[in-house]
């Protein structure tokens, strides 16, 4: 069973960074990629971002590009999300999910994920 750890989050003014990273417990050759997805009071689950293990290949939901930056280190089996230029509606639990294939960008594709960590951008 895959452990997905994640860590970093917390409060931020509004334009401000933060970085929250997920390090998993080990990695087969399996696995295609690992994705930041994040969930806010009252709203579904929406994707953030994703890394691709083979190729390094990156995607951002539309919300996101140009202000946050996904980034995988395999030495540490770890995925890191740098969050620069944060606005208050970026506030949610952010959870780190891994897939062995299909679409980055949709969670039923994810087959673990983490216990999620809150990241909250005051106005």
């Known amino acids: 069973q895959v452990q997905l750890v994640e860590s970093g989050g917390g409060l931020v003014q509004a334009g401000g960074s933060l970085s929250v990273s997920c390090a998993a417990s080990e990695r087969t050759f399996s696995v295609y990629c690992m994705g930041w997805f994040r969930q806010a009071p009252g709203k579904e689950r929406e994707f953030v971002a994703a890394y691709t293990w083979r190729g390094g290949s990156t995607f951002y939901a539309d919300s996101v590009k140009g202000r946050f930056t996904i980034s995988g280190d395999n030495a540490k089996n770890s995925v890191t999300l740098q969050m620069n230029n944060l606005k208050p509606e970026d506030t949610a639990v952010y959870y780190c999910?891994?897939?062995?294939?299909?679409?980055?960008?949709?969670?039923?594709?994810?087959?673990?994920w983490g216990q999620g960590t809150q990241v909250t951008v005051s106005s």
């Open positions: 999910a891994e897939s062995k294939g299909g679409s980055a960008w949709l969670a039923a594709f994810y087959d673990y």
